[in-house]
């Protein structure tokens, strides 16, 4: 047990680990148009030596300001009060100086995005060494010799070499690993991790949370893990602490958290997550409603509006943080009714009920093909210089790709950043020629010459979701004039669109009353939902949705992924969904096509290309995901790959996973030549099936 | 880029300058026809069709960078050799001075934002900002005056680039200095308090970034943060605009010259044009332009030190 | 879970939490609440106000006209029925003060106001058409930037001498250029984002799209560009009358005063002093409101958008 109660001492048995940073009802709170924004409240906890400790929670809901008030960190304009004791000395109150000689020495702390935080004009290795001399009495040299050290510890390659490079010449990955070698300079206590693979691709997300596990073993140091991802908890913490609204809501070691959740907001979060171990057993459970808003919450507790549990008391006191036996603390009136099992934690939150019946009919007939894609190609120019721009390569940002899409079905593209997955969603949606290939939307080939007319209708046919409702809806128009657009694009008259409009906005589940609102005043949810409404406003056969739930938090996603099941089957829809996502993938798809350097490497059928993955690119992706239970997280086996997914401006000539292939050093010296000279084909992985994939080895 | 420009200015002032009206009032009276003939050996005889005026002067100028010949028969170029000397010498100081000045009180003032300096030097800028520079001018004139008054000898010049009378190395020197200093001062206050404005803001908004968090996260303080990784960063930015304030500067010059009674390239603009000099005020607009194209390339050669992004390897 | 990798980072910033009643109390209030919170800002448009009101009605105090000449009083210091004394000519000092006042506020305006149209079309034009359409209008802006366009001004200015309406014009076809390419620069970021993206793939046609989501979008920097670019206005008019280009006697203006009074700034003040107030008055007010704007807009940025001086 590492978890003491607020305001007492640890527990006997771990008095021997006295803890490294204890948090005493740290609150923060920030001035603003509305009144001060309750960010963070008494919130408590303690690290201890070498172990990790995982603070998870959905946007808004204080992690990042709880420790940025650790460091000291936050705009002067933020109020803080509580205790920050780093080895018995309150750090909260000192000034920027004293701060100083604790921050980098005492604490380190690794930031979320790692493309901003290295400064642009300095060496890797002068950051590194400037940060070691500030706290030690080194010579240059010296502190240069052990920056390179720092450098081959972290694992980047040729250290002595490297150290001389610039931030902008590192990828995110390797970039990410100088941050941590940075935060673990001078052999801190405690190292604070905010957030640090969020930016990151998956394969190279376990990478460094391996990195992240070396820094603290080297150091011995206390961690600190922000994440709002659970499967990166289960996977690396040993106790978690839930917050939600500003405070912790639930604390218990990871096992227990996971697997005897008590507090109906941690119960509610694990049920909306989509799991990517197995199909679930169809519907997702959203939680329902939003977040509060900080700006003077009320009384009662701040999950009661939310909670299925709630009962009168919740609304008008806020309960503590008080241990639950066999469950760690809990801030819940019930909590001690839902530990006992009544109500049941499985029973309390329920599938919306028009989805509760069957998940997803059988898809007996297969529709009529409505897009056909093949052989596409999309190459961008790289150029140099900001006036006399000069070509210096080529981007292959999609190579060769071909796919068909059924009406009523979905069609999953997955891969990383960079696979050229937007790309292809992208060149679907211009509606011309495409640089090499084909595109044919219901029949009619997008190269071919039209009328202003038909490319109307096929403006009407297909439609897209973007990844952002706050990007995609422009700020300025209200709900109704955004609805209205594309139906004024293709000529609709006023009245109809009008009629239309109110149509849209039942349909996605919004009321009427919302049409004047502007995109602001609306929720992350709200606001998706009317992105998917004006995707529909055309009647689209098709609709394109690029990443369409991957900026909205866990308890939100599952309601829109609902909806467009929903949707979807109402309206006889085609999806070609791109995500990178594959637990959300595997929920929403019915086939999926896995995408690497702009290839396709293996496509087929969901469940097939889940349990039977035969491509090595696609079995390091499965298993890089990390799965929401300590259990399973745990044993099972990872295929961490190496490195990172190139530039696509200069494709080897064979086959483009070669270079990071964890099979090819185990292959014979004739398909390692294959590998090497012959790009692979999309072959059938087994007769009988639309299963391919593309690859010598397999 | 300034070919061109030179070119353009050649065609615009030979379109709207009439160098023929310099001879209307004379007496006695001539003829139009006299007037002409009197304009064509300066190439700026009306009755030769434009283009091939602009051929001549331009052959000349790239032949024998000759560049022309005023109304009245005066050579530009023995005008503006000294002037470019003594204008070169204005602006030059004046930038660099602006430059240093800008940027040295930012930094002083970024690290104490919202602070009684921040807030004081601030208000000055804000203020400077909105007078103009013949206004300027004036007032640094006025206290020229009054110093010199108040110490009963002159110690700084309010007119003239020189005085007539002054030989020796060092007396020489020292002259040109009491010169000087007025002219470049109104100068100087009028060009920094862009760069204190600007630089001050991009140091503001660089603070907030996240290198200069993680900079604090390894164990500097604020200030230190922002001295070692924010102003070099945002220095970039800054230094691409001396480029493009150097006409702003070049023409603050004008007026200074013109109130300092400078015999400099600005106040031979402002004559050239009142005299229809249509080879003068093109001369005039080269210079500038040059100007502007030095500033660029040094912008250039100062953002290449200061960004390894922008190398190559 | 694995949740998100391109989630947005989670907001520091209490501004952008979730949307609270400040969301809902709708933009134009929001900025006239922190506006009026800025007292700079707020002495100011007090400041401009009496101005204006000065130059409208300023003329209403005197039974002088500016184009009147009282020969019994050459040269008189303040005091009297010659509120700002009279000049070697006998010319009211206030009321020239008044009407140059007013010319200068007439013309700085209608120049701010048309290059800020003009700025705005080609710039958002520039960075949404892209490609040679885009290079080309960049190659003309640069290239004007490069010309001291102020040698051209006065060229221009000086033969089309005097008519004020026409230095307007002469004005703004010199001035738009600093201001075009500060708005292309924002439009190539605004041209990026899905909204335009999503615009175009709903078959919106290209004006369209510029018209109703780039250029509403530019709103705070048009605003406060225009502001700024009045203040721009004033000076460049300043220096181009001082030096005798811009407005030609017999009309008035601020800058033709500042050159008549400069001669005998050490016999008659007064000739320069009060012309000179009136000028940084007049531009300090402006700045000062648009700054105020800029920071009512958007309160996190505290890099100016200030466009070309002088």
Redesign the interface.
């Given at each position: 047990m590492t978890v003491a109660t607020p305001g007492t001492h640890p527990p006997a048995e771990s008095a021997a680990t006295a803890p490294v940073l204890s948090v005493r009802g740290l609150s923060v709170a920030?001035?603003?148009?509305?009144g001060p924004?309750q960010?963070v409240r008494e919130v408590s906890f303690d690290v201890l030596p070498g172990r990790t400790l995982g603070i998870v929670g959905e946007?808004?809901?204080g992690?990042?300001?709880t420790v940025?008030g650790v460091?000291g960190?936050?705009?002067e304009t933020a109020q803080v009060s509580g205790r920050v004791l780093l080895g018995g000395r309150d750090l909260v109150g000192l000034g920027?100086?004293e701060l100083?000689?604790?921050?980098?020495?005492d604490i380190?702390?690794v930031?979320?995005?790692p493309l901003?935080?290295?400064?642009?004009?300095?060496?890797i290795g002068r950051q590194l060494s400037?940060?070691l001399r500030?706290?030690q009495d080194l010579t240059r040299q010296a502190a240069w010799n052990r920056a390179v050290e720092l450098l081959d510890l972290v694992g980047i390659a040729e250290p002595h070499r490297n150290a001389r490079a610039?931030p902008?010449?590192f990828s995110g990955g390797m970039r990410q690993r100088v941050?941590i070698a940075?935060?673990m300079?001078?052999s801190p206590s405690v190292i604070v991790a905010d957030?640090p693979t969020?930016?990151?691709?998956?394969t190279v997300?376990a990478q460094i949370l391996d990195v992240l596990r070396t820094a603290q073993t080297e150091t011995g140091a206390g961690l600190v893990l922000i994440t709002?991802?659970?499967?990166v908890v289960a996977g690396y913490a040993d106790d978690v602490a839930v917050m939600y609204a500003g405070r912790i809501v639930e604390q218990a070691g990871a096992n227990e958290l996971f697997g005897r959740p008590t507090m109906p907001y941690t119960i509610g979060l694990l049920g909306a997550?989509?799991?990517?171990e197995a199909r679930a057993s169809g519907q997702l459970v959203p939680i329902g409603g939003?977040?509060?808003?900080?700006?003077g919450l009320s009384a009662g507790c701040s999950f009661a509006d939310r909670c299925p549990a709630a009962v009168d008391r919740c609304h008008s006191q806020e309960p503590p943080l008080t241990a639950v036996p066999g469950h760690g603390q809990v801030a819940c009136w019930r909590a001690p009714d839902i530990a006992g099992g009544n109500p049941a934690a499985s029973s309390l939150f329920s599938p919306p009920e028009a989805a509760v019946e069957e998940h997803r009919p059988d898809r007996q007939v297969p529709g009529e093909t409505v897009l056909r894609v093949a052989e596409l190609a999309r190459t961008f120019p790289i150029t140099k210089g900001a006036l006399l721009k000069r070509r210096v390569g080529t981007l292959h940002a999609v190579s060769d790709v071909s796919f068909a899409l059924r009406a009523g079905e979905t069609l999953g593209l997955v891969g990383e950043?960079g696979s050229g997955k937007t790309t292809t969603l992208?060149e679907i949606?211009?509606l011309r020629p495409p640089e090499h290939g084909l595109i044919e939307i219901a029949g009619t080939d997008v190269a071919a010459p039209r009328s202003t007319e038909q490319?109307?209708r096929l403006?009407r046919t297909v439609?897209?979701v973007?990844?952002?409702p706050?990007?995609?809806?422009?700020?300025?128009?209200p709900v109704f004039r955004l609805l209205a657009?594309?139906l004024q694009?293709?000529g609709t008259d006023r009245d109809a669109v009008r009629i239309r409009v109110s149509e849209l906005l039942s349909l996605v589940g919004l009321d009427a009353s919302l049409a004047d609102?502007?995109p602001?005043?609306?929720?992350g949810g709200q606001r998706q939902r009317v992105a998917i409404a004006?995707a529909l406003a055309?009647e689209p056969r098709i609709v394109v949705l690029d990443?369409p739930v991957?900026?909205?938090d866990?308890s939100i996603?599952a309601d829109v992924i609902n909806l467009l099941t929903k949707l979807q089957r109402e309206l006889d829809l085609a999806y070609l969904i791109v995500a990178?996502?594959?637990?959300?993938m595997r929920q929403v798809s019915d086939r999926i096509a896995v995408m690497y350097l702009g290839h396709i490497v293996e496509s087929g059928d969901t469940e097939d290309l889940f349990t039977h993955a035969r491509h090595p690119y696609t079995e390091a992706l499965l298993s890089a995901?990390?799965v929401?239970d300590p259990q399973v997280e745990r044993s099972r086996e990872h295929i961490v790959l190496k490195g990172e997914q190139p530039s696509a401006s200069r494709l080897p000539r064979g086959c483009v996973f070669a270079d990071r292939c964890p099979l090819y050093p185990l292959l014979d010296g004739g398909t390692q030549q294959r590998c090497r000279t012959e790009r692979p084909l999309l072959r059938p992985a087994a007769s009988g099936t639309d299963h391919r994939h593309a690859c010598h080895a397999r | 880029m300034i070919v061109v420009a030179t070119n353009v200015t050649y065609l615009l002032a030979a379109w709207f300058l009439d160098p023929r009206s310099n001879y209307r009032g004379l007496r006695p009276v001539r003829t139009e026809e006299q007037i002409d003939h009197a304009l064509a050996p300066y190439n700026l005889d009306p009755r030769a069709p434009l283009a091939d005026r602009w051929w001549h002067w331009f052959s000349d100028v790239l032949l024998h960078f000759d560049w022309g010949k005023s109304p009245v028969g005066a050579s530009v170029n023995s005008e503006i050799g000294f002037r470019v000397v003594v204008s070169g010498q204005l602006v030059t100081a004046a930038t660099l001075l602006s430059v240093v000045a800008g940027v040295a009180l930012s930094v002083f003032t970024a690290s104490r934002q919202y602070g009684w300096w921040d807030r004081m030097t601030q208000l000055v800028s804000v203020f400077l900002f909105n007078v103009p520079a013949a206004v300027a001018a004036l007032a640094v004139v006025f206290a020229g005056i009054w110093l010199n008054q108040h110490l009963g000898w002159r110690l700084l010049y309010v007119a003239g680039e020189k005085s007539p009378d002054v030989s020796g190395l060092w007396p020489t020197v020292a002259d040109r200095f009491q010169h000087l200093v007025l002219p470049t001062l109104s100068l100087t206050l009028l060009g920094y308090v862009g760069y204190h404005l600007t630089q001050r803001s991009l140091l503001l908004d660089n603070i907030n970034?996240?290198?200069?968090?993680?900079?604090?996260?390894?164990?500097?303080?604020?200030a230190?943060a922002i001295r070692?990784?924010a102003l070099?960063?945002s220095l970039i930015p800054t230094a691409t605009s001396v480029a493009f304030s150097i006409p702003a500067i070049f023409t603050g010059a004008v007026i200074t010259e013109t109130v300092f009674g400078w015999n400099g390239m600005g106040q031979y603009f402002v004559q050239t044009i009142a005299k229809n000099d249509v080879h003068g005020a093109v001369a005039v607009a080269a210079f500038g332009a040059g100007m502007t194209a030095i500033g660029a390339i040094l912008a250039d050669i100062a953002v290449v030190v200061?960004?390894?992004?922008v190398r190559v390897? | 879970?694995?949740?998100?990798?391109?989630?947005?980072?989670?907001?520091?910033?209490?501004?952008t939490?979730?949307?609270?009643?400040?969301?809902?109390a709708?933009?134009g209030r929001?900025y006239l609440?922190?506006f009026a919170r800025n007292r700079s800002a707020l002495f100011g448009v007090a400041l401009l106000v009496l101005l204006v009101l000065f130059s409208v009605c300023g003329g209403y105090l005197t039974h002088f006209s500016y184009t009147d000449v009282d020969f019994t009083a050459l040269t008189q210091p303040p005091g009297g029925t010659h509120y700002f004394g009279t000049n070697q000519g006998g010319n009211d000092v206030y009321a020239e003060a008044v009407h140059g006042l007013q010319r200068s506020l007439v013309i700085a305006v209608s120049v701010s106001a048309l290059t800020i149209v003009l700025a705005a079309v080609i710039g958002a034009g520039a960075a949404y058409f892209g490609g040679h359409v885009e290079r080309l209008t960049l190659t003309v802006i640069h290239f004007l930037l490069v010309v001291p366009s102020f040698l051209i001004l006065a060229l221009v200015s000086h033969h089309l001498a005097g008519d004020w309406r026409v230095l307007i014009l002469v004005l703004t076809v010199f001035g738009w250029m600093s201001t075009a390419r500060v708005i292309w620069s924002v439009s190539t970021s605004l041209r990026e984002?899905?909204?335009v993206?999503?615009?175009e793939?709903?078959?919106?046609?290209p004006w369209r799209i510029i018209l109703?989501?780039i250029i509403?979008?530019l709103?705070s920097l048009l605003i406060v560009n225009l502001t700024l670019g009045v203040v721009a206005t004033v000076l460049s008019e300043t220096a181009l009358s001082f030096l005798g280009f811009g407005v030609q006697t017999p009309d008035v203006s601020l800058g033709t005063m500042l050159a008549d009074g400069s001669g005998t700034i050490t016999t008659a003040p007064w000739l320069f002093g009060y012309p000179a107030a009136l000028v940084v008055l007049l531009t300090l007010s402006m700045t000062l409101v648009g700054d105020g704007l800029r920071d009512a807009f958007d309160p996190h940025s505290t890099t100016g958008a200030r466009g070309g001086r002088r």
């Amino acid at each position: 047990m590492t978890v003491a109660t607020p305001g007492t001492h640890p527990p006997a048995e771990s008095a021997a680990t006295a803890p490294v940073l204890s948090v005493r009802g740290l609150s923060v709170a920030f001035p603003s148009e509305a009144g001060p924004v309750q960010a963070v409240r008494e919130v408590s906890f303690d690290v201890l030596p070498g172990r990790t400790l995982g603070i998870v929670g959905e946007s808004g809901s204080g992690k990042s300001a709880t420790v940025m008030g650790v460091m000291g960190l936050l705009p002067e304009t933020a109020q803080v009060s509580g205790r920050v004791l780093l080895g018995g000395r309150d750090l909260v109150g000192l000034g920027d100086r004293e701060l100083s000689a604790v921050r980098g020495n005492d604490i380190g702390m690794v930031f979320q995005d790692p493309l901003s935080a290295l400064t642009p004009i300095f060496s890797i290795g002068r950051q590194l060494s400037d940060a070691l001399r500030v706290h030690q009495d080194l010579t240059r040299q010296a502190a240069w010799n052990r920056a390179v050290e720092l450098l081959d510890l972290v694992g980047i390659a040729e250290p002595h070499r490297n150290a001389r490079a610039f931030p902008h010449e590192f990828s995110g990955g390797m970039r990410q690993r100088v941050v941590i070698a940075l935060a673990m300079a001078n052999s801190p206590s405690v190292i604070v991790a905010d957030e640090p693979t969020t930016a990151l691709d998956v394969t190279v997300q376990a990478q460094i949370l391996d990195v992240l596990r070396t820094a603290q073993t080297e150091t011995g140091a206390g961690l600190v893990l922000i994440t709002h991802d659970l499967g990166v908890v289960a996977g690396y913490a040993d106790d978690v602490a839930v917050m939600y609204a500003g405070r912790i809501v639930e604390q218990a070691g990871a096992n227990e958290l996971f697997g005897r959740p008590t507090m109906p907001y941690t119960i509610g979060l694990l049920g909306a997550v989509p799991r990517p171990e197995a199909r679930a057993s169809g519907q997702l459970v959203p939680i329902g409603g939003e977040p509060p808003s900080l700006v003077g919450l009320s009384a009662g507790c701040s999950f009661a509006d939310r909670c299925p549990a709630a009962v009168d008391r919740c609304h008008s006191q806020e309960p503590p943080l008080t241990a639950v036996p066999g469950h760690g603390q809990v801030a819940c009136w019930r909590a001690p009714d839902i530990a006992g099992g009544n109500p049941a934690a499985s029973s309390l939150f329920s599938p919306p009920e028009a989805a509760v019946e069957e998940h997803r009919p059988d898809r007996q007939v297969p529709g009529e093909t409505v897009l056909r894609v093949a052989e596409l190609a999309r190459t961008f120019p790289i150029t140099k210089g900001a006036l006399l721009k000069r070509r210096v390569g080529t981007l292959h940002a999609v190579s060769d790709v071909s796919f068909a899409l059924r009406a009523g079905e979905t069609l999953g593209l997955v891969g990383e950043s960079g696979s050229g997955k937007t790309t292809t969603l992208l060149e679907i949606m211009r509606l011309r020629p495409p640089e090499h290939g084909l595109i044919e939307i219901a029949g009619t080939d997008v190269a071919a010459p039209r009328s202003t007319e038909q490319t109307q209708r096929l403006r009407r046919t297909v439609q897209i979701v973007m990844q952002d409702p706050m990007g995609s809806l422009d700020p300025r128009l209200p709900v109704f004039r955004l609805l209205a657009e594309p139906l004024q694009a293709v000529g609709t008259d006023r009245d109809a669109v009008r009629i239309r409009v109110s149509e849209l906005l039942s349909l996605v589940g919004l009321d009427a009353s919302l049409a004047d609102r502007f995109p602001a005043a609306l929720s992350g949810g709200q606001r998706q939902r009317v992105a998917i409404a004006r995707a529909l406003a055309t009647e689209p056969r098709i609709v394109v949705l690029d990443e369409p739930v991957s900026a909205l938090d866990v308890s939100i996603q599952a309601d829109v992924i609902n909806l467009l099941t929903k949707l979807q089957r109402e309206l006889d829809l085609a999806y070609l969904i791109v995500a990178h996502d594959l637990a959300v993938m595997r929920q929403v798809s019915d086939r999926i096509a896995v995408m690497y350097l702009g290839h396709i490497v293996e496509s087929g059928d969901t469940e097939d290309l889940f349990t039977h993955a035969r491509h090595p690119y696609t079995e390091a992706l499965l298993s890089a995901i990390p799965v929401p239970d300590p259990q399973v997280e745990r044993s099972r086996e990872h295929i961490v790959l190496k490195g990172e997914q190139p530039s696509a401006s200069r494709l080897p000539r064979g086959c483009v996973f070669a270079d990071r292939c964890p099979l090819y050093p185990l292959l014979d010296g004739g398909t390692q030549q294959r590998c090497r000279t012959e790009r692979p084909l999309l072959r059938p992985a087994a007769s009988g099936t639309d299963h391919r994939h593309a690859c010598h080895a397999r | 880029m300034i070919v061109v420009a030179t070119n353009v200015t050649y065609l615009l002032a030979a379109w709207f300058l009439d160098p023929r009206s310099n001879y209307r009032g004379l007496r006695p009276v001539r003829t139009e026809e006299q007037i002409d003939h009197a304009l064509a050996p300066y190439n700026l005889d009306p009755r030769a069709p434009l283009a091939d005026r602009w051929w001549h002067w331009f052959s000349d100028v790239l032949l024998h960078f000759d560049w022309g010949k005023s109304p009245v028969g005066a050579s530009v170029n023995s005008e503006i050799g000294f002037r470019v000397v003594v204008s070169g010498q204005l602006v030059t100081a004046a930038t660099l001075l602006s430059v240093v000045a800008g940027v040295a009180l930012s930094v002083f003032t970024a690290s104490r934002q919202y602070g009684w300096w921040d807030r004081m030097t601030q208000l000055v800028s804000v203020f400077l900002f909105n007078v103009p520079a013949a206004v300027a001018a004036l007032a640094v004139v006025f206290a020229g005056i009054w110093l010199n008054q108040h110490l009963g000898w002159r110690l700084l010049y309010v007119a003239g680039e020189k005085s007539p009378d002054v030989s020796g190395l060092w007396p020489t020197v020292a002259d040109r200095f009491q010169h000087l200093v007025l002219p470049t001062l109104s100068l100087t206050l009028l060009g920094y308090v862009g760069y204190h404005l600007t630089q001050r803001s991009l140091l503001l908004d660089n603070i907030n970034s996240d290198f200069v968090r993680t900079a604090r996260a390894t164990g500097l303080t604020r200030a230190q943060a922002i001295r070692r990784h924010a102003l070099r960063a945002s220095l970039i930015p800054t230094a691409t605009s001396v480029a493009f304030s150097i006409p702003a500067i070049f023409t603050g010059a004008v007026i200074t010259e013109t109130v300092f009674g400078w015999n400099g390239m600005g106040q031979y603009f402002v004559q050239t044009i009142a005299k229809n000099d249509v080879h003068g005020a093109v001369a005039v607009a080269a210079f500038g332009a040059g100007m502007t194209a030095i500033g660029a390339i040094l912008a250039d050669i100062a953002v290449v030190v200061l960004d390894p992004r922008v190398r190559v390897r | 879970m694995a949740t998100t990798v391109t989630s947005l980072p989670e907001p520091l910033d209490p501004g952008t939490t979730n949307p609270g009643p400040t969301a809902r109390a709708g933009g134009g209030r929001l900025y006239l609440r922190r506006f009026a919170r800025n007292r700079s800002a707020l002495f100011g448009v007090a400041l401009l106000v009496l101005l204006v009101l000065f130059s409208v009605c300023g003329g209403y105090l005197t039974h002088f006209s500016y184009t009147d000449v009282d020969f019994t009083a050459l040269t008189q210091p303040p005091g009297g029925t010659h509120y700002f004394g009279t000049n070697q000519g006998g010319n009211d000092v206030y009321a020239e003060a008044v009407h140059g006042l007013q010319r200068s506020l007439v013309i700085a305006v209608s120049v701010s106001a048309l290059t800020i149209v003009l700025a705005a079309v080609i710039g958002a034009g520039a960075a949404y058409f892209g490609g040679h359409v885009e290079r080309l209008t960049l190659t003309v802006i640069h290239f004007l930037l490069v010309v001291p366009s102020f040698l051209i001004l006065a060229l221009v200015s000086h033969h089309l001498a005097g008519d004020w309406r026409v230095l307007i014009l002469v004005l703004t076809v010199f001035g738009w250029m600093s201001t075009a390419r500060v708005i292309w620069s924002v439009s190539t970021s605004l041209r990026e984002r899905d909204y335009v993206l999503a615009a175009e793939f709903m078959g919106v046609r290209p004006w369209r799209i510029i018209l109703r989501h780039i250029i509403p979008n530019l709103g705070s920097l048009l605003i406060v560009n225009l502001t700024l670019g009045v203040v721009a206005t004033v000076l460049s008019e300043t220096a181009l009358s001082f030096l005798g280009f811009g407005v030609q006697t017999p009309d008035v203006s601020l800058g033709t005063m500042l050159a008549d009074g400069s001669g005998t700034i050490t016999t008659a003040p007064w000739l320069f002093g009060y012309p000179a107030a009136l000028v940084v008055l007049l531009t300090l007010s402006m700045t000062l409101v648009g700054d105020g704007l800029r920071d009512a807009f958007d309160p996190h940025s505290t890099t100016g958008a200030r466009g070309g001086r002088r």
